[in-house]
């Protein structure tokens, strides 16, 4: 294996992962919020710095000693037709809900995430999916 070989396998490794035959996946979703304060003025801004407004967000809850004030999300951002992976407050999201995913690129995430494969091999995923949903939706601050 020469260097550019062992590089690239660093930057973009191959995940094999098995997804148990499943065509999809279910994810929380959610949507980035219209309009919300920031900073000490109370200044009125419009989505966030990475997403526009009503931007779907795939979510995936993993901070939760902090009472999930920050979550990773994977969507597509402003400006760029790829998708990103960062980590935003959780007040900037709202609506979240659980939806099946069939995107090859998100399920590979999805499948390599601690949270859904610790749900998906409990036999109560949706009762999981569905409390974390829940909890999500209360910590929404959106200008109406």
């Not at 959780?90 to 399920?107: E, G, H």
């Amino acid at each position: 294996m020469n260097l550019k070989d062992k590089i690239s396998s660093w930057i973009n490794p191959k995940k094999e992962i098995d997804f148990d035959n499943r065509e999809f996946e279910y994810c929380i979703v959610g949507n980035i919020v219209d309009e919300h304060f920031w900073g000490m003025e109370k200044e009125i801004k419009k989505g966030s710095k990475q997403f526009r407004p009503g931007a779907k967000v795939y979510c995936m809850p993993e901070f939760g000693g902090t009472a999930h004030e920050s979550i990773r999300v994977l969507g597509k951002p402003r400006k760029q037709k790829r998708l990103i992976n960062i980590i935003i407050r959780t007040y900037l999201i709202k609506d979240f809900r659980i939806q099946k995913v069939y995107n090859p690129r998100i399920q590979s995430e999805i499948g390599s995430h601690h949270f859904y494969w610790t749900n998906r091999r409990s036999g109560s995923e949706m009762k999981n999916l569905n409390k974390m949903v829940d909890y999500l939706n209360t910590l929404t601050e959106e200008i109406k």
